[in-house]
């Protein structure tokens, strides 16, 4: 039992002394327990801060809704007033013609008159006296006209006709029509004139207005010969009674007569007031109708003129004087 205990102490000695020469493990020290402390304050801090610079899914899904509610608004709401104002401009020509659409076809619509196809201007006529003025015109638009055109008296003297006519066939563009209208000379003597213009459909007035003048108590007295032939309407007409401009200058004179059934006419035009070169007298053989002359005066100086139609046979009739002037101009 002795030696029990002595190899019992010897054994704890020896485990002693094995201890003291293993190696040391040393212990922390206090600057390395603040630098730990330190290097683990900072880990912490950078998570956290990567947390806050990096969305979690949670946010993204919340704000993914909100965004997708807003885009499909917009779109609801622009058609719903891009109908409303659709309709409404649609609506209106359906009903009335629309405004801007007239002015159009007032801009694309022309007419030109082109000549006085009987009736010249200042023909005589008795008191009550029918008859019927025709214009030619020339459609210059970009429209065709059609029988929904019209010719309409816009002012000056009525002379009993109608306050319209309508274009009597389609007139496409460039092509040439001639109007009618039916009048009655008034009643009391005197010089008439009234106006005419073109109208579409649409009743935008556009082209020339054109005019028709009758001297009504000047005609020329009917003169039946032995055959009982009559010439009657004789007239004149000058292009410009009164010019100022420089010299020579040429009037033109329009002259006309009707004849009521065919015979060898004569006829020449006279003038006064002036050196005149005069054409001859001319006899023709013409069939009943109305016959349309001109002739051209060459005037040298200043001054003051008349001229007249002259019928010598198978009648003798005349027709009113026209007077007309010349100012020479430097």
Same mark, same amino acid.
């Given at each position: 039992?002795?030696? #029990? ?6 054994? #704890? ?15 922390? %020290? ?20 990567? %947390? $806050?610079?990096? =969305?979690? @899914? ?46 159009? $076809?007032?801009?694309?619509?022309? /007419? ?43 002012? /000056? ?15 496409? =563009? ?23 213009? #073109? ?9 020339? @207005? ?12 009917? %003169? ?46 006279? @003038?006064? /007031?002036?050196? !005149?070169? #005069? ?44 007077? !007309? ?6």
């Amino acid at each position: 039992m002795k030696k #029990l205990t002595i190899l019992s102490l010897l054994t #704890l000695f020896w485990l002693l002394a094995s201890c003291q020469n293993a190696p040391a493990v040393p212990s922390p %020290t206090a600057a390395q327990i603040n630098a730990d402390t330190i290097r683990t304050a900072a880990a912490q801090t950078a998570v956290m801060r990567l %947390t $806050e610079l990096i =969305p979690s @899914a949670t946010p993204a899904a919340t704000q993914t809704p909100t965004e997708t509610l807003q885009a499909t608004l917009m779109p609801d709401n622009r058609p719903t007033q891009a109908i409303t104002t659709t309709q409404g401009v649609t609506a209106t020509p359906s009903i009335t013609p629309s405004p801007v659409a007239a002015a159009a $076809e007032a801009g694309n619509s022309n /007419g030109v008159f082109v000549k006085d196809v009987n009736i010249p201007d200042n023909t005589a006529f008795n008191p009550g006296a029918s008859f019927t003025k025709t214009w030619q015109f020339i459609n210059n638009g970009q429209t065709t006209w059609t029988q929904a055109y019209e010719l309409v008296f816009i002012s /000056g003297d009525g002379m009993g006709g109608p306050a319209s006519v309508k274009v009597p066939l389609e007139v496409a =563009p460039n092509q040439v029509v001639d109007i009618s209208v039916n009048l009655v000379a008034p009643q009391n003597n005197g010089t008439y004139k009234g106006f005419w213009r #073109l109208r579409s459909p649409g009743g935008k007035f556009f082209g020339d @207005a054109v005019y028709v003048q009758i001297v009504v108590g000047s005609a020329a007295a009917a %003169t039946p010969d032995a055959g009982g032939l009559t010439v009657s309407n004789v007239m004149i007409n000058v292009d410009n009674a009164a010019v100022s401009t420089s010299c020579p200058h040429k009037f033109m004179f329009t002259t006309s007569f009707t004849l009521n059934a065919a015979a060898a006419i004569t006829y020449q035009l006279e @003038a006064g /007031g002036f050196e !005149f070169s #005069l054409p001859q007298a001319r006899t023709e053989t013409l069939s009943a109708g109305t016959y349309t002359f001109t002739y051209e005066l060459e005037v040298s100086v200043s001054g003051n003129g008349w001229a007249r139609m002259h019928i010598t046979a198978p009648v003798d009739a005349k027709s009113s004087d026209v007077a !007309f002037s010349l100012t020479c101009q430097p």
